[in-house]
């Protein structure tokens, strides 16, 4: 067993994101992944782990790996396609993380790319279980509307349990849009304010439209390599300190307490790993699909008590000059969101580690937590990531 | 107003060997949930092993149907086909009233429609029963509901 920790040194999206129509998916994930390794300085004929993700393969490719390796020209050691959703990209640093501290590969390469705007423009639904089978045979005939109906319920739950209100979760809306005004690449750029998002049209109540994330194009990719390759010209690499995963349920009716995602016991494992404490974040990447999304995870992440995270987002500290700075890119709900999100929180505080986050970046960041979703609130992994050595 | 009687497009349960127990039982209007006889688990939905134990030594218990409204939503977008003309419709989950709390502490929780109901009284924690809706002639499956219970 070589003793070697890994890295992330690349991160980067495709060329384009948001509204994307000219390019396929699988354009979108090679621009992204040529970026990423360019970042990385490595050539892409030396990946040998590659791990993808693809919105739409699923139900049309039988080994979707097999397919972006053949696209990519890429034959490699060991490859993954698990897929867990907006918490796909952190199972996916963990395996290629294991797998390079165990010198099975040197050269890992994680990819996403999804087309669900331009799909819905060209009548092509993503993907969607099309009949009631299995555990949704209990489920679809009552109407289910997947996923947001599953966030809808949480935040009722949570919003009865709490004494929280409508207007209360809008203020993560509201604190999010004003990073993603600091983000040229942010879909939604323009002001927005608590009665715009109570006035926006009613989805799922208590979820209007402005609680959910945008629907976009984009592809994301990051490369690892172990901390003692150096590579001329590569960008500052960064650590991961702490790491864990978690899915605990799939459709929600199996979930215990709609508001106790299991971010808590990722984010507690992710501290512990790392040897710090919630106090210790300087800058936090939550997951936000919906604006519920947002408050459980701050909460079970430590950034806030439980019921509390709606006061901590309309006190101020969580926009850009704040002491709590939350979803520095814009987030799921103003920068972008293809069919998932995941890999894109961690490329923002792989940039907020590195300082190059522009005009959203945090003041003397060392320590960014980065946490991913997916599915309706099934699958949950936090990262934390600190400057390199 | 879902009207039960003219189904349309709407999903239909698909029927599998495991499931089948508890749609023949709806079938009969009867609600059954599946207890473990090992540990005493009662877990919906019904599988070929206990969730908290593994033990396959299981059995299904006719229920009164009577629960509380654990959460709700009112869907504004027809979430599956069929329900276009449908919206607003309201989507819950329902806690099933237990004798005794689970070994593994998780409710007996069903997705359903709240029937009988304005949605503005909607509200968590309201006391339901069961009642069974028939959907289609063929197979013949009754669709359980959930309607307040007057108290």
Known sequence: MVERDAVIAGAAES???????DKSVFQLQ?????????????????????????????DRFHFPQVTIGEYLGITPRISSSNDMGGATAYGHVEYAKLAIEAGVIDTALITYGSTNYSDRKRGTRPNRPESAIFNRQFQDPYGFVSPIAAYALAARRYMHEYDVSEADLAEIAVSTREWAKRNPKAMMQGDLTVEDV?????????????????????????VLTPADQSRDGASPPVCISGLAQAHTHDVIYQMDDLTRPAARRTSDAAYEMAGIEPSDVDVAQLYDSFTITTALLTEAVGLADPGEATALFRSGETK?????????????????????????????????????????????????????????LSTQATMILEVAG | MIN?????????????????????????????????????????????????????????????GEG???????????????????????????????????????????????????????????????????????????????RPLKS
């Open chain 1, 198 to 222: 109570l006035e926006s049209p009613p989805v799922c109540d208590p979820l209007n439209k402005l609680d959910c994330c945008l629907i976009s194009d984009a592809g994301g990719a990051l």
């Open chain 1, 320 to 376: 850009p000059g704040g002491s709590t700075p939350i979803n520095t890119s814009g987030g799921g709900l103003s920068y972008l969101h293809p069919g998932t999100y995941g890999i894109f929180t961690i490329i923002e505080a792989v940039r907020q580690v590195r300082g190059t986050a522009g005009d959203r970046q945090v003041p003397d960041v060392e320590t960014a937590l980065a946490h991913g979703v997916g599915g309706r």
């Open chain 1, 30 to 58: 090679a621009e992204a992944s040529l970026n990423a390794l360019e970042d990385a300085s490595v050539a892409p004929e030396d990946v040998d782990g590659l791990f993808i993700q693809g919105a739409g393969f699923r």
């Open chain 2, 68 to 146: 509380r409204i654990y959460s709700y939503t009112v869907c504004h977008v027809p979430g599956q086909s069929g329900y276009e003309d449908d919206v607003p419709y309201n989507f819950a989950l329902v806690d099933l009233d237990l004798p005794s709390e689970n070994p593994s502490g998780a409710p007996v929780r069903l997705p359903t429609h709240i029937v009988g109901t304005d949605t503005n009284d909607l509200t968590i924690g309201l006391s339901v029963k069961v009642k069974f809706e028939r959907i289609c002639a063929d197979p013949e499956i009754r669709l359980p509901v959930f």
């Open chain 2, 4 to 64: 039960y009687d003219d189904w349309g497009e709407k999903p239909v349960p698909a029927i599998d060997p495991e499931s089948e127990p508890y749609w023949q039982a709806a079938a009969d209007e009867r609600l059954v949930v599946q207890r473990c006889r090992d540990c005493d688990e009662r877990q919906f939905y019904p599988r070929s092993l206990c969730r908290h134990c593994r033990s396959t030594n299981l059995t299904m218990d006719d229920h009164a």
């Open chain 1, 15 to 21: 060329n384009e994101v948001g509204r994307v129509p």
